[in-house]
């Protein structure tokens, strides 16, 4: 089992930036996909960005159409930690921010299916405001 912890959510202006992360600690070695996935009030949760591993040197990433251009994931091997970095957000992007890990996945339909990952964290809070 992988312990995710998310950080960094806040309150922040429209056209404003925030980074979250995501640290994993166990058995963090079976996991190689690492999704972010957020739910608004009174929306179901869904997929945002997710990157996986698929080989050491091949790995499959997508974002949701909705934050393409202004989300990026980037990872740090060394400490365990993914982030998601987000530009020009706007009050459309206010919403509770999951991290979650699963196994390799090699579409991009599986890397959006919540059903695909084991683990989840408590998530982070991202509200988006004037």
């Known amino acids: 089992q992988v312990q995710l912890v998310e950080s960094g959510g806040g309150l922040v202006t429209p056209g404003g930036s925030l980074r979250l992360s995501c640290a994993a600690s166990?058995?963090?070695?079976?996991?190689?996909?690492m999704g972010w996935f957020r739910q608004a009030p009174g929306k179901e949760r869904e997929f945002v960005a997710a990157?996986?591993?698929?080989?050491?040197?091949?790995?499959?990433?997508d974002y949701a159409d909705s934050v393409k251009g202004r989300f990026t994931m980037s990872g740090d091997n060394a400490k365990n930690t993914v982030y998601l970095q987000m530009t020009s957000l706007s009050s459309e992007d206010t919403a509770r921010y999951y991290c979650?890990?699963?196994?390799?996945?090699?579409?991009?339909?599986?890397?959006?299916?919540?059903?695909?990952?084991?683990?989840w964290g408590q998530g982070t809070q991202v509200t988006v405001s004037s």
């Open positions: 979650a890990a699963g196994r390799p996945m090699e579409t991009l339909k599986e890397l959006k299916e919540q059903d695909e990952y084991d683990d």
């Open positions: 166990g058995r963090t070695f079976s996991r190689y996909t």
């Open positions: 990157v996986s591993w698929t080989t050491r040197f091949t790995y499959t990433t």
